[in-house]
C-alpha cells in the first residue's frame, strides 16, 4: 500500500517568509509526527498529534512553529517568518498507537531559507 | 530527559563481513522501546529492528541482531553478512511507552560497505 508522503520533497525561500510542508500518512494512522533533522545530525522531536489534536508539541522549537491536523488525516506543518537556521530536512511519520507499532516515515521535505 | 549517545560517527566494512554499531541511552524509565532505523541517500527512515526492555531476549531480524545489555543501558546492531545495499545511516533511538511516544534518536553511524 502507499507509504508516507510528503510535499514538496524541496522548498526554497527566503528569510522572512511563510512556508508550508504537507504530510499525508499512511492511512488509518491515528499516530502523526513530525521531526527535524539538521544536517549531521538525528532527526528531532517537533509535534506529535493522536488523531486530530496536537497530544505533545513540546519539542516545537519557538511560537513561529505551528502544526494542523483538522480532519486526523493529513497535516501541514507552518513556519512563519522563517530564518535561515530553520533549514534542515522536515521528517513526518505515522503509526497505530503504541511503540510495537512501527512509525513509518516518508521522504522528507528538504527546506533552505536563503 | 532522555538522551541517546551513537559514538561511532562512521564505520566501513568489507561486503559478507560482520560489523557492529554500538548505541548508550539514558534514561529512568522502566517501560521504554529502543529501535534501530536506517535512512540511505533516499532519507527515507526503515526500521531495521526494535527491542522491548522488559524483553530479556535479544531481538533479531534475519541478518540484523542486537545486544541489548539494560543494566549497562546499551544497545548495539550487528549486521552479519553485510552487502552493499546495507550502505547507510544508521540511527538509534528510544521512545518511551504510553503518553507521547516521541522518538529520540541519536546523532548516526555511517556506514559503507565495500566490496
Known amino acids: 500500500g502507499a507509504g508516507v508522503s510528503q510535499t514538496p520533497s524541496n522548498k526554497v525561500t527566503e528569510k522572512g517568509k511563510y512556508v508550508e510542508l504537507r504530510c499525508d500518512p499512511i492511512?488509518?494512522?491515528?499516530?502523526l509526527y513530525w521531526y527535524r533533522q539538521s544536517l549531521g545530525q538525528g532527526p528531532e522531536f517537533l509535534i506529535y498529534?493522536?488523531?486530530?489534536?496536537?497530544?505533545?508539541d513540546s519539542g516545537l522549537p519557538n511560537d513561529r512553529f505551528f502544526a494542523v491536523r483538522p480532519e486526523g488525516s493529513v497535516s501541514t506543518l507552518k513556519i512563519q517568518r522563517t530564518e535561515r537556521g530553520d533549514s534542515a530536512v522536515y521528517l513526518c511519520?505515522?503509526?497505530?498507537?503504541?511503540?510495537?507499532?512501527?512509525?513509518?516515515f516518508g521522504p522528507g521535505t528538504r527546506l533552505l531559507v536563503l | 530527559a532522555q538522551t541517546v549517545t551513537q559514538s561511532q560517527p562512521e564505520m566501513s566494512v568489507q561486503e559478507a563481513e560482520t560489523v557492529t554499531l554500538s548505541c548508550t541511552y539514558d534514561?529512568?524509565?522502566?517501560?521504554?522501546?529502543l529501535f534501530w532505523y536506517k535512512q540511505p541517500p533516499s532519507r527515507q527512515m526503515i526500521l531495521v529492528i526494535r527491542?522491548?526492555?522488559?524483553?530479556?531476549q535479544n531481538a533479531t531480524e534475519n541478518r540484523f541482531s542486537v545486544n541489548f545489555q539494560k543494566a549497562a543501558k546499551s544497545f548495539s546492531l550487528k549486521i552479519s553478512d553485510s552487502q552493499l545495499g546495507d550502505t547507510a545511516m544508521y540511527f538509534c533511538?528510544?521512545?518511551?511507552?504510553?503518553?507521547?511516544?516521541?522518538?529520540?534518536f541519536g546523532k548516526g553511524t555511517k556506514l559503507t560497505v565495500n566490496p
Open positions: 511519520a505515522s503509526s497505530l498507537r503504541g511503540l510495537e507499532k512501527t512509525q513509518y
Open positions: 492511512s488509518g494512522h491515528t499516530a
Open positions: 498529534f493522536q488523531g486530530t489534536g496536537a497530544a505533545d
Open positions: 534514561t529512568s524509565e522502566n517501560n521504554y522501546y
Open positions: 527491542q522491548e526492555a522488559y524483553k530479556q
Open positions: 533511538a528510544f521512545g518511551t511507552q504510553g503518553g507521547s511516544e516521541k522518538l529520540v
